[in-house]
């Protein structure tokens, strides 16, 4: 039972450029959300997809947009990249329902020079 | 508003000692959902065990046990007879019917010597 990828690993971009990251549930798994993991800090959550659709959002600027495809997989975009985005951004997934268990993608580490 | 407290920056143990980590929770929400996760240096978040707000028994598993407290808003948890494989980053988190969203600490830093 694969569990939750996420590609890519790593990936370096300069100041203004765009990136997409990508995400493919676990199994049976048809709920995703991105979350935002500064160093040193808690994941922020971003958003929440469901059905393809954008469900819940957190405090992030509308440079972050999303998407889910009819297969659940999901991608993030970031356009005009800050120095301030460099993290881990994490993906996890869960079955519908308020209290299922999110299990986390490895996370990508961008870095924004 | 929802918000997780976890004290505790960073702890150093030897190994075999038992530590606790705290954490303490906010919510008006009546129901919840409070979650432990641990982020080892390869970075991924695995999920250890999840508690719900009617659900004030305390558990154990194998070295792992928690300890809820609603009256005190707490959700503590503890590592007994620490192993050198602990050392990790521990998150508390919490969703609630309201913020639909997990909510994570600043996550406790353990570092397990031998």
């Known amino acids: 039972d694969a569990g939750v990828t996420q590609s890519p690993t790593h990936l370096i971009k300069t100041r203004g450029q765009q990136v997409t990251l990508r995400c493919s549930p676990k199994?049976?798994?048809?709920?995703v959300s991105w979350y935002q993991q500064a160093l040193g800090q808690g994941p922020q959550f971003i958003f929440q997809?469901?059905?393809?659709?954008?469900?819940q959002r957190g405090n992030f600027p509308d440079r972050f947009s999303g998407h889910q495809f009819p297969n659940y997989s999901s991608e993030l975009n970031v356009n005009a990249l800050l120095l301030g985005d460099s993290a881990l951004y994490l993906c996890?997934?869960?079955?519908?329902?308020?209290?299922?268990?999110?299990?986390f993608g490895p996370g990508t580490r961008l870095t924004v020079l | 508003a929802q918000k997780v407290t976890q004290a505790q920056t960073e702890i150093s143990v030897v190994e075999k000692e038992d530590v606790t980590l705290d954490c303490v929770y906010e919510?008006?929400?009546?129901?919840?959902?409070l979650f432990w996760y641990k982020q080892p240096p390869s970075g991924e978040l695995v999920f250890l065990i999840r508690r719900n707000s009617f659900d004030e028994q305390n558990e154990i598993s194998g070295r792992y046990s928690w300890n809820f407290q609603k009256s005190t808003s707490s959700f503590n948890f503890t590592i007994t007879a620490s192993q050198v494989v602990d050392s990790a980053v521990y998150f508390c988190a919490l969703i609630t019917d309201y913020g639909q969203n997990f909510v994570f600490g600043p996550g406790t830093r353990l570092s397990v010597l031998p």
């Open positions: 919510t008006r929400d009546t129901t919840y959902y």
């Open positions: 997809y469901y059905e393809e659709e954008e469900r």
């Open positions: 996890a997934s869960r079955q519908p329902g308020l209290g299922n268990t999110q299990y």
């Open positions: 199994s049976g798994h048809d709920t």
